[in-house]
């Protein structure tokens, strides 16, 4: 069971961590999906930057340790201390974070339009370090591009309804490679797999239409999936490929 990383020292070791909350925001995995929004909406103190020109809310107790990741921050008892990051995130930056009372309710924007339910405060306020310009144009040009990726293909596929029908329809298996994340990884695979939008959401230019999902969806495995990117190839092709190559 992988430990509890060390506290953070660096920038750039902070940003790989933001770049890590964004992939899990846009991840195919609805676990993953669903405790990033937890974090979210239980944190307190948060660095604000900017994602797809949008402000983003990072929680300090999760990216205040190194290369975190959601299995091991949920593990119970495991050393996490809130007041060692923000300490940590406070020395890193340069100042301290700060209650902003338009950029708490920016966040609470942030967490209708997600899904999340924010925590009461109570007796508490949450506060804020804002990255500024030259940090939030330092993380989209260095450290976003990985989770761009995963945007890429899973970003608008937030509709859970309409990928449970799809996987319940088509099965959790790749469609195109017969690959079974259970079968193979057992229950570290279970329920895991990508969904394809077989005609691509930019196509519809940001405008927000209804899902069918037994023709317009498809589960697909990463490797798979990326090659469907890629190559811009149908699904039939990729499967005639995948077939010639195994005989």
Not at 99 to 111: A, G, T
Not at 212 to 218: P, Q, R, S, T, V
Request: charged share 30%.
């Amino acid at each position: 069971m992988k430990k509890l990383g060390r506290i953070i020292i660096s920038v750039s070791e902070l940003m790989e961590n933001l770049s890590q909350i964004d992939a899990y925001l846009s991840d195919d995995n609805e676990e993953h999906y669903n405790n990033v929004r937890k974090l979210i909406g239980n944190g307190i103190d948060f660095v604000v930057y900017k994602s797809r020109g949008d402000n983003h809310f990072a929680p300090s107790r999760f990216i205040g340790y190194l290369q975190n990741d959601i299995i091991t921050h949920f593990i119970k008892n495991n050393g996490k201390h809130g007041s060692k990051t923000t300490q940590a995130i406070n020395k890193i930056l340069g100042y301290t974070c700060e209650y902003d009372k338009s950029i708490d309710k920016e966040y609470l924007v942030f967490c209708k339009k997600n899904g999340i339910i924010p925590r009461k405060m109570i007796k508490r306020k949450r506060k804020f370090w804002i990255l500024d310009n030259d940090s939030n144009t330092r993380y989209e040009n260095e450290y976003y591009e990985g989770a761009k990726q995963q945007v890429l293909v899973n970003k608008y596929e937030r509709n859970p309804i309409a990928r449970k029908m799809c996987i319940q329809k088509y099965g959790c298996i790749c469609n195109i490679c017969q690959f079974d994340f259970e079968k193979e990884y057992g229950e570290l695979g279970k329920d895991f797999i990508h969904v394809h939008h077989i005609t691509p959401i930019s196509e519809n230019k940001g405008k927000s239409y209804k899902v069918d999902y037994e023709n317009a969806l498809i589960p697909v495995c990463p490797n798979c999936h990326a090659i469907l990117h890629r190559s811009n190839i149908s699904i039939d092709t990729l499967k005639d490929i995948v077939r010639k190559n195994r005989r």
